[in-house]
């Protein structure tokens, strides 16, 4: 079993819907959790830290459900340009290894 | 600015070829690492670095090669012992090992055997 596995979609949206989706992990002594977010053939890029008490920036929304060991990530009145591969990454020891998820595909259309 | 550099941006590689992919940073980052991706998978680890002049083996660090001679570089070698390179290799850097704040990826390094 993958120790972060993920809907890889695609989920097409309306632009200006909202989209939600979440990321399962498996080592329950994950510290921390990030969204990446990566376009197409391009390099992953930093979205959001994820925390405990959930955190905000702007349209997305991130939710950790350590109970039920589960990530989620909310994107509100979606973009075209928000269409991309959404990582979902855990931080599993001290040294700092980052288990990443295959990816949930967004694709956003007018 | 400050970031990630990844050379070349695509490498044609022949069967029985060594090739070696650069990445450079000058973030003053503690910790590097080398990643490949294959399409429908997530990132796999394949060497990492916490301080110069060390670097531990990852989950698929068979075929590969790295050094860490100094805080800015990490080139990682791709030996013809690794059987299937065909992949999109990305560098990384986090301020310190464990470090809460997620990983700086470099644009990364496109390899394809021919």
């Known amino acids: 079993r993958k120790e972060v596995e993920q809907d890889p979609g695609p989920f097409n949206v309306p632009e200006g819907a909202t989209v939600a989706f979440n990321c399962t992990y498996s080592n329950s002594a994950s510290q921390s959790f990030f969204w990446y977010r990566q376009d197409c053939r391009k390099e992953p890029k930093l979205l959001m830290s994820v925390y405990s008490s959930g955190n905000e920036d702007g349209r997305f929304t991130a939710q950790l459900n350590r109970a039920s060991q589960y990530i989620s990530l909310l994107i509100r009145d979606s973009k075209l340009s928000d269409s991309a591969t959404y990582l979902c990454?855990?931080?599993?020891?001290?040294?700092?290894?980052?288990?990443f998820g295959a990816g949930t595909q967004v694709v956003v259309t007018p | 600015d400050g970031g990630i550099t990844q050379s070349p941006k695509y490498l044609f590689r022949k069967e029985g070829q060594n090739v070696t992919l650069s990445c450079e940073q000058n973030l003053n980052h503690d910790a590097m690492y080398w990643y490949r991706q294959d399409p429908g998978q997530g990132l796999r680890l394949i060497y990492y670095?916490?301080?110069?002049?060390?670097?531990q083996k990852g989950d698929i660090a068979e075929g590969y090669s790295v050094s860490r001679e100094k805080k800015e570089s990490f080139p990682l070698t791709v030996t013809s012992a690794q059987k299937n390179p065909t992949a999109f290799y990305l560098c990384a850097s986090s301020i310190s090992p464990g470090a809460n704040y997620g990983y700086t990826f470099g644009s990364g390094t496109r390899l394809t055997v021919v």
């Open positions: 990454v855990g931080l599993t020891d001290s040294w700092g290894k980052l288990q």
């Open positions: 670095s916490q301080i110069v002049n060390d670097f």
